[in-house]
C-alpha cells in the first residue's frame, strides 16, 4: 500500500513514488491516460511537471481534473516552449507567458508548487533571487496561483544557497548513489576507489550531505528527480557505478536521505512504472541496497547522459536527449534495435543534420560529450 511523507514545512503529504514528466513526451493521449490510471489506481498523488511542452501540459491537465483538490501538481517556472523546443529563460516576460500558458493548458487555476527551474550555479541562484522571476513568482504565490515556491538543480552549492535563502520551501534535487560520490568541483577521484564502499557512505560529498541535512533542518522538502540516473544506474553496461541497481534500489536509496519525501519516477510504460510502484509491496532484502555498494567496482559519473534536456535547444532543431538515448539504447544492445530504429526514424529532426556548433555541450551540466554523440549517431542510425 502506498506510504505517504510530509513535504517539509508545506505540510503536504505526498505519495513517495510520486511521476515524472518525461515519459509522456513523444506519446500519445492514450498512453498518457494508461499511464495515470495505473498510478492513481496504485495511490499516487503527486507529479513533477517541467516540461513546458503544451501537449504534455494538456494531457496532464485531462489525467488529474476529476482528483484535481487532491493530487499535488509541481509546476516549473523558467522552462519555456520556443519553436517547438524545451529552452530554460530566466527573461521576466517570457517567464510570465510560460506560466500563464501551463495554466491555461492544464486548465487550473494554480499549481501547489512552484518550482524555478534548473538553478545549477550560486551565482544564478543570487540573480533569481534578488530579481524579476522571484519578485513575480511571490506576486503569483501572493494571488494564490501558486501555493508554496521552490527550486530545482542538480548542484549542491547553489541548492543549499536556496534551501537557506528563506525563499522556497521545497528543492526538487537530482539524487542517487552514484551522483552523490561526486564532489563538486574538487577532485576526489580517490574516493571512487571500489574499497571505499564496503560498508557505509561515510564518503558522500560533504556538500551534498550538508544539502540534505539543512532541508531536513529549514523543513525544506525534497522531491527527487534522476534516482535512477536516466535509467543508466539500473543496466550494468551503462551504470557509472560498473554494476546495475534496481528500481527498488535506487528509490529507497533516495527516500533514505534526509529531507526526501518522493521520488519522481520517469515512466517510458505502465512496466517501467509497476517497477517503481514495486517498491511498496518489497521487503527489507530486496530494498537494501548496501550489499549492491560493497561490490561497486570504480564508478565515475561525469561524461554520462542523464537525458536532463538541459543541452537544448539545438538550432538545427535536434533533440539531443533523446538521439543520445536511443543511441545508448543500441550501444546497449550491441545492435540497434527495430523499436529503436523506428523512434529514431520518426524524430523531426536526426543526428546528421548537426553542425558541431557545440551550444549543447556548453549547456551540458555533465560535460557528455555530445557532438561525439551526435557523429556516432549518425553514423550508426545512418541519419
Ligand atoms: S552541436 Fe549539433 S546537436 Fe549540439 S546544438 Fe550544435 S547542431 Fe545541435
Ligand atoms: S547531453 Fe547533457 S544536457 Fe543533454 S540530455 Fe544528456 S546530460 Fe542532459
Known amino acids: 500500500m502506498m506510504q505517504y511523507r510530509t513535504l517539509g514545512r508545506t505540510g503536504l503529504r505526498v505519495s513517495e513514488i510520486a511521476l515524472g514528466c518525461e515519459g509522456l513526451v513523444l506519446q500519445d493521449d492514450a498512453f498518457a491516460e494508461g499511464l495515470f490510471r495505473a498510478a492513481l489506481d496504485a495511490g499516487v498523488n503527486c507529479m513533477d511537471l517541467y516540461s513546458p511542452n503544451p501537449d504534455v501540459q494538456r494531457r496532464v491537465g485531462k489525467a488529474i481534473r476529476a482528483q484535481r483538490a487532491d493530487f499535488i501538481l509541481q509546476g516549473h517556472l523558467c522552462a519555456i516552449w520556443q519553436d517547438g523546443q524545451y529552452k530554460a529563460t530566466r527573461d521576466p516576460q517570457e517567464v510570465e507567458t510560460a506560466f500563464e500558458a501551463m495554466l491555461r493548458n492544464l486548465d487550473t487555476?494554480?499549481?501547489?508548487?512552484?518550482?524555478?527551474?534548473?538553478?545549477?550555479?550560486?551565482?544564478?541562484?543570487?540573480?533569481?533571487?534578488?530579481?524579476?522571476?522571484?519578485?513575480?513568482?511571490?506576486?503569483?504565490?501572493?494571488?494564490?496561483?501558486?501555493?508554496?515556491?521552490?527550486?530545482?538543480?542538480?548542484?549542491?552549492?547553489?541548492?543549499?544557497?536556496?534551501?537557506?535563502?528563506?525563499?522556497?520551501?521545497?528543492?526538487?534535487?537530482?539524487?542517487?548513489?552514484?551522483?552523490?560520490?561526486?564532489?563538486?568541483?574538487?577532485?576526489?577521484?580517490?574516493?571512487?576507489?571500489?574499497?571505499?564502499?564496503?560498508?557505509?557512505?561515510?564518503?558522500?560529498?560533504?556538500?551534498?550531505?550538508?544539502?540534505?541535512?539543512?532541508?531536513?533542518?529549514?523543513?525544506?522538502?525534497?522531491?527527487?528527480?534522476?534516482?535512477?540516473?536516466?535509467?543508466?544506474?539500473?543496466?550494468?553496461?551503462?551504470?557509472?557505478?560498473?554494476?546495475?541497481?534496481?528500481?527498488?534500489?535506487?528509490?529507497?536509496?533516495?527516500?533514505?536521505?534526509?529531507?526526501?519525501?518522493?521520488v519522481m519516477a520517469g515512466a517510458r510504460s505502465v512496466d517501467e512504472l509497476r517497477s517503481s510502484l514495486a517498491y511498496e509491496g518489497a521487503t527489507d532484502d530486496e530494498r537494501d541496497y548496501a550489499a549492491a555498494f560493497a561490490g561497486f567496482p570504480r564508478i565515475r559519473w561525469e561524461g554520462h547522459c542523464m537525458y536532463c534536456g538541459h543541452c537544448a535547444p539545438c538550432p538545427k532543431g535536434i533533440d539531443v536527449a533523446t538521439v543520445t538515448k536511443f543511441l545508448n539504447l543500441a550501444r546497449a544492445q550491441g545492435m540497434v534495435p527495430e523499436t529503436v530504429r523506428e523512434h529514431y526514424a520518426a524524430l523531426a529532426h536526426h543526428a546528421g543534420a548537426c553542425v558541431s556548433c557545440g551550444a549543447c555541450e556548453k549547456r551540458c551540466p555533465f560535460h557528455v560529450p555530445a557532438v561525439e554523440n551526435m557523429r556516432q549517431a549518425a553514423a550508426l542510425f545512418g541519419d
Open 109 to 262: 487555476p494554480y499549481v501547489d508548487i512552484g518550482m524555478i527551474h534548473y538553478v545549477d550555479s550560486p551565482a544564478l541562484w543570487r540573480q533569481i533571487a534578488e530579481g524579476p522571476v522571484m519578485a513575480y513568482a511571490r506576486a503569483q504565490q501572493a494571488a494564490g496561483r501558486i501555493r508554496y515556491l521552490g527550486a530545482s538543480s542538480h548542484n549542491p552549492e547553489a541548492a543549499l544557497a536556496a534551501a537557506e535563502s528563506g525563499l522556497i520551501d521545497v528543492l526538487m534535487f537530482s539524487v542517487n548513489p552514484c551522483y552523490d560520490l561526486l564532489p563538486g568541483d574538487e577532485d576526489c577521484e580517490n574516493l571512487w576507489r571500489a574499497d571505499s564502499y564496503a560498508g557505509t557512505l561515510s564518503n558522500m560529498d560533504p556538500a551534498r550531505e550538508k544539502l540534505y541535512e539543512t532541508c531536513q533542518r529549514l523543513g525544506v522538502g525534497i522531491t527527487v528527480m534522476k534516482a535512477f540516473g536516466g535509467g543508466d544506474l539500473l543496466d550494468g553496461r551503462l551504470s557509472p557505478a560498473g554494476k546495475a541497481l534496481t528500481p527498488v534500489q535506487c528509490i529507497h536509496y533516495a527516500l533514505t536521505r534526509p529531507a526526501v519525501a518522493c
